[in-house]
Nanobody, 116 residues
Framework: QVQLVESGGGLVQPGGSLRLSCAASGFIFSSYTMRWYRQAPGKERELVAAISTAGGSTNYGDSVKGRFTISRDNAKNTVYLQMNNLKPEDTAVYYC?????????WGKGTLVTVSS
């Protein structure tokens, strides 16, 4: 079955960096666009970044452009989110998602807290 497992979250000071990972299994990873979302307390889930199958095309939410970078390693079935210059408003649970035959699959998320 499809599984997505996020890791790498934690507590970081403003201006710091974190790299999130999402390990995928149960499907042909290299055939699907992968996406990172986040959900802050009391807010709706929002798209953070997306990456095409071979990694040649990426797009980002306006609030993270220039600070976050999405990448993937198809040999390791893993998608990454490098987050730099973190701000308190980046505090959220971060999820990865894949859509297969119109069905959405989500990981359980990893918590990122940006605070001094």
């Amino acid at each position: 079955q499809v599984q997505l497992v996020e890791s790498g979250g934690g507590l970081v000071q403003p201006g710091g960096s974190l790299r999130l990972s999402c390990a995928a299994s149960g499907f042909i990873f290299s055939s699907y666009t992968m996406r990172w979302y986040r959900q802050a307390p009391g807010k709706e889930r929002e798209l953070v970044a997306a990456i095409s199958t071979a990694g040649g095309s990426t797009n980002y939410g306006d609030s993270v452009k220039g600070r976050f970078t999405i990448s993937r390693d198809n040999a390791k079935n893993t998608v990454y989110l490098q987050m730099n210059n973190l701000k308190p408003e980046d505090t959220a649970v971060y999820y990865c998602k894949v859509v297969i035959y119109s069905r959405e699959y989500w990981g359980k998320g990893t918590l990122v807290t940006v605070s001094s």
